[in-house]
């Protein structure tokens, strides 16, 4: 599969999920991933790096054995789990790797990860990968950190707060709290504001950041 058909699935796949269905139908993932995050602080006490792994649910995993399972053994080679990772990092570019950061609101901007690294175990497949910021960002004031698809198609779940975490002497000083926020809640009393025109954007909507799990780190 092509960086351009793996585009064209979840553009395809995202038309079918916001396209001429009532709001409460809007938000359908249709990817699940189970995710781990961790912000690691520099030697210098800046952000130093983020480390992101993401186990996706086995329909998807098996679909992508399919297309990538060039030799039909039913199983991903080395050099297939490497055509996969660079056809993940080339299409989920667009989509900043799924990672946004706010400091005291500022949204700070991430170098693409070098490489991606895929495996496949115990029928899913798992991709891990680093990025850092695009400039040194002292570790100071409120942090936000969200790991979300704009589009609403793939649904990352953190199980567990520890999910979610830090590491680094520069973040010994800082407190650290798990948000999740209640969809349905905020459905309910945004209704009114979220039309079917809200969600056209196959690119995204802040609904998608208002309902994500994030990670708050105050220093």
Known sequence: MSSRSFRRRIAAATLLVIGGMPTGALAHPHIFVDAKFEAVAGADGSLGELRDTWRFDEVFSSSVLLDFDKNGNSKLEPAE??????????????????????????????????????????????????????ERTPLKGLMVFGVYDPSLYTALDFGSDADLKTSGDGFNRCTRKVVRPDSKQILAENQAMLTTLFFNDPMGSDYSQIVATRLEVRC
């Open 81 to 134: 789990l490497t055509a996969v990772a660079k056809t993940v990092r080339k299409s989920l570019a667009q989509y900043d790797y799924y990672t946004k950061i706010t400091i005291n609101g500022k949204a700070i901007k991430l170098a693409e990860p070098d490489v991606m690294h895929a495996t496949y175990e115990d029928g899913s497949l798992i991709l891990s990968f680093t990025q850092k910021p695009a």
